[in-house]
């Protein structure tokens, strides 16, 4: 019988959060940060996709270097690597190592997506695109010896048709979280996002059954999973989404999401996510400033949703769901003073969590072409540098220190005992009133068998 | 064996946290730390302390939540308010 061949599917690590030693140091220290933060782990999803696209007569194994060190004497006939940008560096390393021994290298991931021809430079072949539509043809052309240095998609995968990811790759080491996707793309063109310039095009969706059946055997396969929809913006079609809802709320889970802001003028939706389970909604508000927000985005979308972030976000933690802002600082009309007024609207609008990045020209987006057009690029700081957490570009009107100090402050004045003591009083009170309307609509149901509307 | 079997408290927090964050009843234990209980992020902690509260007809401090550790600590803070007057 042929020995099957073994494929090696590697998550290279990275740095989570801040490289430099100020973020460091908090990460450490401070208790209610930690403990907001430790289910934002998970797997490498693009692998465990590209996994349940390898026949069965490959020995497939999954590494995070993140969890576990890579065995670079390892038996290997085909490795295939994926990233972000900030694991970028340590991509190339690993598949340096691999190369040296005869060992083929694919990339694939965001990284390779945003900046394909540096990429190639590294491995033997890179694929633009969507593992489904372009993973089968490269193992077709490995067995034949025939590997090709770039491998573009041409039109969107179907999502309805793609195979639910080989979670079982991964089930054995520990990820507090687990991640489910239900569509890829956002409609939205904010100038610095690196996630969905991919898919501006048009967005994929799976179907409900689909998604159900994954969240269904991934309850099956971890021990009650906390489930992360990694959508890029899980609210876009509101009448699939309250469909999705509907049919989460008897599996009994755990979630959470990110999305924009819209959602919160919908009633419906609001409960049906509390009902099933959502936990928390990570939105991008990027900025509390009307400068910053003007042409953000090519529609000038967030700068017309600025106004509702008051409402939206008591709108949406008033029915148990907390709000999770994404903040990004820097930007060319952001001075010293915005560090204050971000965190002073996290506070006063209690938001139950918080992300504080600065803002990073991730290459591909139209952020990074202004950047290099005015040589504003710090050329020093690699890849690894590129966490979203470190400064990696001139700002306008600070220095790049000034821009990691001022995100951090904001971090320490958000998760601290103080603030989070008069946080947990805020959410007290919204939760005795979800759990007593509970209560009361049990009782009316109990005594009426009609529930109360 | 435990002592904690026959401790309505304890059944009642435990129920509370199994329901709430969907895991069986049985893998909650005093000594686990609130801050690693499964599926139990510090919104959920929140929800769980409040239907406890609810249930036992109870008010804790917000200062006190602070200071517990484990489930452990949060029955016996839980206990310490019902028992008083
Ligand atoms: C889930 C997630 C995580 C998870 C899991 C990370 C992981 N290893 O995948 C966690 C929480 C751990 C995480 C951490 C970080 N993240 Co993150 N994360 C995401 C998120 C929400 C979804 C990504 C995802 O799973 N997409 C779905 C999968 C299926 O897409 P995909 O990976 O691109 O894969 C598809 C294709 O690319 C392709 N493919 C992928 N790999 C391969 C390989 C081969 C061989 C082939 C053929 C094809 C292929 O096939 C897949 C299906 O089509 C995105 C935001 C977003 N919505 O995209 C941010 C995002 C990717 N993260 C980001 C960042 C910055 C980070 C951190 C660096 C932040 C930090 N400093 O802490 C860390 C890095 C930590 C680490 N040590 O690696 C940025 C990256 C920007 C960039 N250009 O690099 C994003 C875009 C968020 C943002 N908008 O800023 N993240
Ligand atoms: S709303 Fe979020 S996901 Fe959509 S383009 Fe803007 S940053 Fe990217």
Not at chain 2, 15 to 43: C, F, H, M, W, Y
């Amino acid at each position: 019988m042929p020995r099957s061949k073994k494929l090696l599917l590697i998550s290279p690590r990275a740095t989570f959060f801040g490289r430099n030693p100020k973020h460091q140091q908090f990460k450490r220290e401070s208790r209610e940060f930690q403990f907001f933060d430790y289910t934002w782990t998970g797997f490498a999803t693009g692998l465990i996709i590209v996994g349940s696209l390898t026949p069965p007569q490959y020995d497939v194994r999954y590494i995070d270097e993140n969890i576990e060190p890579v065995d670079f004497d390892a038996e290997a006939d085909l490795v295939a690597v994926t990233g972000m940008t900030a694991q970028a560096d340590r991509m190339y390393e690993i598949a340096a190592a691999f190369r040296a021994r005869g060992v083929p290298v694919v990339a694939g991931g965001l990284h390779a997506n945003l900046i394909p021809k540096e990429v190639a430079r590294h491995v033997d072949a890179v694929c633009v695109g969507e593992a489904e539509a372009l993973w089968p043809q490269v193992l077709h052309d490995f067995e034949q010896g025939e590997l090709k240095p770039m491998y573009r998609q041409r039109g969107r995968a179907d999502l309805t048709q793609a195979p639910r990811p080989r979670w079982e790759l991964a089930q054995q080491r520990y990820y507090p979280s687990v991640w489910v996707e239900t569509s890829r793309g956002c409609p939205h063109t904010c100038r610095f996002c690196a996630a969905t310039i991919r898919y501006r095009d048009k967005l994929g969706y799976k179907t409900v059954d689909q998604v159900v059946a994954e969240v269904e055997l991934v309850r099956e396969r971890f021990d009650n999973p906390y489930v992360l929809f990694s959508d890029d913006n899980f609210v876009v079609d509101r009448g699939r989404t309250r469909e999705l809802l509907k049919r989460l709320i008897p599996l009994g889970i755990k979630w959470s999401g990110q999305s924009d802001v819209s959602f919160y003028k919908d009633p419906e939706i609001l409960e049906l996510m509390h009902d099933s389970g959502c936990m928390m909604m990570l939105i991008g508000f990027e900025s509390v400033s009307t400068e910053t927000l003007t042409g953000i985005d090519e529609r000038n979308w967030k700068l017309r949703a600025l106004g509702t972030y008051v409402e939206a976000t008591k709108a949406i933690q008033d029915h148990g769901i907390g709000v999770y802002g994404a903040f990004t600082l820097g930007l060319d009309t952001d001075t010293k003073d915005s560090f204050e007024e971000t965190a002073a609207f996290m506070k006063d609008n209690y938001l139950a969590g918080i992300q504080a990045s600065c803002v990073t020209p991730f290459p591909g987006t139209p952020l990074r072409g202004d950047m290099e057009r005015e040589g504003r690029i710090l050329t020093d700081r690699p890849w690894s540098h590129y966490t979203v957490f470190d400064a990696v570009y001139q700002p306008r009107h600070m220095t790049p220190e000034e821009l990691e100090e001022g995100t951090i402050g904001i971090y320490r004045s958000f998760y601290n005992r103080e603030f989070s003591l008069r946080k947990t009083r805020h959410f007290k009170s919204i939760y005795r009133n979800l759990v007593r309307k509970k209560a009361e609509r049990d009782e009316a149901l109990a005594t009426t068998g009609r529930s109360m509307v | 064996m435990t002592t904690e079997t026959h401790d309505p408290i304890f059944d009642t927090v435990c129920g509370v946290i199994s329901r709430i964050a969907k895991v069986p009843p049985e893998t909650v234990r005093a000594d686990a730390p609130v801050s690693g209980l499964q599926n139990v992020d510090s919104i959920v902690l929140l929800e769980i302390i409040v239907t406890v509260e609810n249930e036992l007809g109870i008010e804790i401090d917000e200062e006190e939540l602070f200071a517990i550790d484990t489930v452990g600590e949060f029955v016996a803070a839980c206990r310490r308010l019902v028992a008083a007057p």
